[in-house]
T-cell receptor, first 113, second 112 residues
């Protein structure tokens, strides 16, 4: 079935460092791809999405490009802030006409001042 | 704020008990999804409703059931609770099938 693999955390970075969180997927066809973020003690928030190959999703300085050649959707940010400390989840619809999301295991990011 | 509301925010109960979690989707959204987040299993899909009808089932235990009412709010019923049911339960909604899902803040269930 459709699945997502994202890099294991935790990731610890200094403020203003460059961030990459890797995400690769296995899917039938070309589903939409999503990044969700969960801040401490809160629910999931949609961070960005891309709906077709070569699309770039962006929000709050974060970017991810839908690469069908490498089946990847890596999350990047040029300069992280302490407020970006959270758990990040890559996700895609489960396919076969259904739309429940399949999530990666999540990557915990800690940014230190 | 996603526009999806969930109540209660926290729930503490004992093994063997039954609880009901409530979700109100965003205005205009017809589809509701329930997910469970636990430390060992991660985020798992439980069940989906669309305009009052069950649409898809995931890893939902037989002790769990759900429904979506005519006003589109949904309830997740968990019965004969076990310690392992302790988790964060999320509701999400989307305007239609295949559209982006927006998540509520979750209900944190602790079974003692």
């Amino acid at each position: 079935g459709d699945s997502v693999t994202q890099m294991e955390g935790p990731v610890t970075l200094s403020e203003e460092a460059f961030l990459t969180i890797n995400c690769t997927y296995t899917a039938t066809g070309y589903p939409s791809l999503f990044w969700y973020v969960q801040y401490p003690g809160e629910g999931l928030q949609l961070l960005l999405k891309a709906t077709k190959a070569d699309d770039k999703g962006s929000n709050k300085g974060f970017e991810a490009t839908y690469r069908k050649e490498t089946t990847s959707f890596h999350l990047e940010k040029g300069s992280v802030q302490v407020s970006d400390s959270a758990v990040y989840f890559c996700a895609l619809p489960s396919g076969s006409g259904n739309t429940p999301l399949v999530f990666g295991k999540g990557t915990r990011l800690s940014v230190i001042a | 704020d996603s526009g999806v509301t969930q109540t209660p925010k926290h729930l503490i109960t004992a093994t063997g008990q039954r609880v009901t979690l409530r979700c109100s989707p965003r205005s205009g959204d017809l589809s509701v999804y329930w997910y469970q987040q636990s430390l060992d299993q991660g985020l798992q899909f439980l069940i989906q409703y669309y305009n009052g009808e069950e649409r898809a089932k995931g890893n939902i235990l037989e002790r769990f059931s759900a429904q979506q009412f005519p006003d589109l709010h949904s309830e997740l019923n968990l019965s004969s609770l076990e310690l392992g049911d302790s988790a964060l339960y999320f509701c999400a909604s989307s305007v239609a099938l295949g559209e982006t899902q927006y998540f509520g803040p979750g209900t944190r269930l602790l079974v003692l």
